[in-house]
């Protein structure tokens, strides 16, 4: 558990909702990252489960991160933010998955807002949730729980970024290890949408994700049709906008870029979107609403999708 200058009130609150886990064999690593009020020990009540380790300067979220990391002791690490709240059956539920399911590296789970609204991730199983990461952050950050042997096998967060570092760690930890998102609640998330550095943090996101489809377009191997196959079948309903967005986004990358269109990726993603659309009772309005759609049609999409599209519709 990373902290800086936290609200004291929510900072026992999140400490709490560990220390009551219903899972009794864990430690707290709680780091104190140059506080100006530096972390007291009786804050934690004595309890022996609680480690509390201090940066004497600032060193940000990644370099935070890092030292806790490294201090864990246990076989499974799970975040735990300074002003979330983790239900006391989450490290339970977690690490019964993972006894259940031994491939599985990262896991993630449902959660909800402060309010009481839902956040559930639209791609849930390791396949998906490879091909999301080139869009967004598919999986609940706070929710996440991982193996110890992917930091002793080198994954690290950089210390050089202050926004996104977590994006940026599970992309690179994406290519080596499998991530998976569990279906229950188990952190109540405090999102403040108007927080300091949303916009940069967002900005900066955008930027990865050039970084991966510059990296992916290079690569040129048979990860769209191995990996979209499922998509089809896997996306829920009311789910159409996120996957548009997703293709106007690659869409986007692909003028700004003046990269020919790449068939083994892009001509299936739309194939995808295709099938989406045709399958809404409304299919003739999404056509207009997405001006885009006329320009992928009549440039960029082969004719074995557009006669795709035309039986579906």
């Known amino acids: 558990m990373p902290v800086f200058e936290p609200d004291p009130a929510a900072l026992r609150l999140a400490i709490d909702s560990i220390l009551r886990q219903s899972h009794r064999l864990l430690e707290l690593i709680v780091i104190d990252d140059g506080c100006s009020d530096p972390l007291r020990g009786t804050l934690f009540s004595a309890d022996k489960r609680v480690k509390l380790i201090r940066h004497e300067h600032n060193l940000g979220r990644s370099a935070a991160r890092n030292t806790g990391l490294a201090a864990a002791e246990g076989k499974f690490i799970a975040w735990a933010d300074d002003d979330d709240i983790s239900l ?64 002793d096998e080198g994954l690290r967060f950089d210390t050089s970024l202050q926004r996104a570092e977590d994006y940026d760690f599970y992309t690179r930890a994406s290519e080596r290890y499998i991530f998976a998102s569990m279906r229950g609640v188990t952190v109540k998330y405090n999102y403040n949408p108007n927080a300091a550095g949303r916009e940069e943090e967002a900005r900066f ?109």
């Open 205 to 313: 996101a955008n930027d990865l994700r050039m970084q991966l489809w510059d990296k992916f377009y290079a690569a040129k191997d048979d990860f769209a049709h191995q990996e979209l196959a499922a998509i089809p079948v896997a996306l829920p309903p009311g789910k159409l906008n996120d996957l548009a967005t997703c293709v106007e986004a690659l869409h986007n990358w692909y003028q700004n870029s003046g990269k020919p269109f790449a068939d083994d990726f892009y001509t299936v993603l739309c194939t995808v979107m295709a099938h989406h659309i045709a399958a809404q009772p409304d299919a003739p309005k999404l056509w207009r609403q997405w001006q885009w759609i006329k320009y992928l049609w009549n440039s960029a999409w082969p004719l074995r999708v557009k006669a795709h599209i035309l039986r579906q519709r």
């Open 88 to 151: 006391p059956g989450r490290l339970s539920a977690q690490l019964h998955h993972f006894r259940k399911h031994p491939e599985i590296d990262f896991l993630g789970t449902d959660m909800v807002y402060g309010d009481g609204r839902p956040v559930s991730p639209v791609f849930r199983e390791p396949n998906q949730i490879r091909f999301a990461f080139m869009f967004r952050n598919p999986v609940n950050s706070p929710t996440i729980m991982f193996r110890r042997r992917v930091f």
